[in-house]
């Protein structure tokens, strides 16, 4: 007996070496919700090469419909330089006034976001609405592309790039690109640029999953015109070890599905069919969130993993937003893993237990999570405030995995 209660003392010495002090947490409220007013929703966030942070969100003013219900909507941007200690004052990235697009122009919405990793590059994709009626459930939606420099500081005049996007599947009446991070591979470069990877939804088709090779200048279709998750909502893309592409959807959890490239031109290849995740739960809601992969290291046995983090509402309803997560053996035969057993196996981390929905998030140039949600106003419940929290593996895994 006390030889297993020393061996025990020593295994739990031997973890606590591997685990930093795990800091007290601390939530910021980056864009507040005043009804009436200014009415926030929608998050986004990137980290730029040389360490800027930047939280994007659709400001709704006084009415806080998506674009289409209501105008005007703008897109606005604040800027971290110390890994989200502090942030500069709330800046247009989408500014819908009348003057800048001469009376055409009413509402920007629902923004995806990436910087570049060798450049001081940005691009943000978006929602464009000229009507005031055109809601997305009821048909035809613009796209509209921006491009930021200087890590965040300079943002270009909205580009239309509607053709572009309706033109890879020509069956489509209506869609719009998943909000959140627009992922950028980690493996694919062809040419000056790493591949972008989005995702769209329209509705009575599903998903698709489209890329760039120019960093957002043209953009091609994955796989076929058949929908890679006819059931899916707004989605979201991430790599496998290997370069195969994972879309994560929307739904009372999260569809997967797995595109196999056939070679290592990273071209051609196929779609799996897609699973409803079995390990990622959310009780009585149906929610955008986010998914990325990480290299990790195991506290328990000190071998190197890769590391997947998904966000989503626990619930009931619209409450407890979590990122579950999931790891991977270093080496692990990325044949092996298929949309179904990929649902499997993930441990749930609570964020919130309050009111809360769409969640996204990037890592810091300091190796740290940066966590941006939405989280339930005091004024009412289907009104949110955009919050900052600044979180370590460590602490989203209570201790398991630490970063590498």
Known sequence: MKRNIICGLLTLLVASLWMPAIAQRLEQKLYITKPSETIYRIPAITCTADGT?????????????????????DIMYRLSHDNGKTWTQEQYLADCREDIYNGRIYGFGDAAIASDVDSDRQIALCVGDSTGRTVFQQGFQQVYRFYGTNNGNTWSKGENITHKIYSLVPQLKCLFIGSGKIHQSRYVKKGKYY???????????????IYSDDFGENWSLLGTTESCCPNGDEPKTEELPDGSVIISSRTKGRWFNIFRFDDKTYTSGHWENPVIAKDIICQQNACNGEIMGLLAIDT????????????????????????YYKPLPLLVDCKSITPENFGEGWERFEIT????AYSTFCMTADKQIAFLYERANIAGQWLYDICFEKLSIEQITHGRYTIK
Do not use: F
């Open 53 to 73: 942070l930047i939280a994007v969100a659709d400001n709704r003013n006084h009415h806080g419909n998506d674009a289409g219900y209501s105008m005007p909507i």
């Open 195 to 209: 591949r972008l990877y989005c995702s769209l939804i329209s509705i009575g088709y599903g998903n698709a999953v």
């Open 300 to 323: 328990q046995t000190n071998k190197e993993v890769w590391l997947y983090l998904q966000s989503v509402p626990y619930g009931p309803k619209r409450t407890h937003v979590s990122i």
């Open 353 to 356: 237990p309050d009111g809360s």
